[in-house]
């Protein structure tokens, strides 16, 4: 019926990775049928609840607070909560079941999710009452990554690598210089390919050939 035939099916937080390899927090609504961007837009709200739970009802102050049951949530509680900007990511169709955005809050935390009652779906039907929910912030993944292909670096031109981390703490790198006159020796003594080439012999490797320079470098925590 026009009243129990739309409903929205779950919301989750999500982490994904941009163009530029920046991670970004995802908010992503499911519907039963397909329902207008713009209409959803107008009806979702999210809030970044306290970190901790303030004494309210009788209830005494609780520190870092896991926030589970949607009943919790009353105006005293969105009032101590912080509202968030949903950038909505555009849908591959007019009518869509998959509405996704984009957002920033501290990881760990909690989000409080509300669709309003009445929103409309395709052919009118109609969201029955409020949709709520409550999604925890994941934490970013650990990621190192060289962004460069290949093992070999060119001791002529800026002498530089890139490198992406995030979420770590410290890298240790590892640079081996090649010797002179040992080219032919990595050359003959490895298989593999050029990005990830191995020693084809337990008794030679790396250190027969290489002068080695390792250093541990600290990582600007944000």
Do not use: C
Not at 103 to 126: D, E, M, Q
Not at 144 to 158: C, N, P, Q
Not at 167 to 178: D, F, G, P, T
């Amino acid at each position: 019926g026009m009243y129990n035939y739309f409903r929205i099916q779950s919301s989750s937080i999500t982490l994904v990775e941009n163009e530029t390899k920046e991670m970004e927090q995802v908010l992503a609504i499911n519907t039963s049928t397909g329902v207008l961007e713009s209409e959803i837009q107008k009806n979702i709200s999210a809030y970044l609840l306290p970190k901790d739970r303030p004494a309210h009802q009788g209830l005494p102050e609780a520190k870092n607070y896991r926030w589970r049951n949607v009943s919790e949530i009353g105006p005293e509680i969105l009032k101590e909560s912080e509202s968030l900007e949903l950038n909505p990511i555009p849908t591959d169709r007019e009518f869509a079941t998959l509405h996704s955005y984009k957002f920033h809050a501290p990881v760990n935390r909690h989000v409080y999710v509300k669709i309003n009652k009445g929103t409309l779906s395709y052919g009118g039907y109609i969201l029955a009452s409020i949709y709520d929910s409550i999604e925890a912030v994941p934490f970013y993944p650990q990621t190192l990554e060289i962004m460069h292909d290949g093992s070999l670096l060119s001791l002529s031109g800026e002498k530089k690598i890139s490198i992406l981390t995030r979420n770590l703490e410290a890298v240790q790198i590892e640079v081996s210089r090649v010797l002179p006159g040992q080219i032919n020796h990595l050359v003959s003594q490895t298989r593999g390919n050029f990005k990830d080439p191995y020693f084809r012999n337990y008794n030679f490797d790396s250190d027969n050939i290489t002068d080695r320079w390792i250093e541990i470098k600290p990582l600007k925590q944000e």
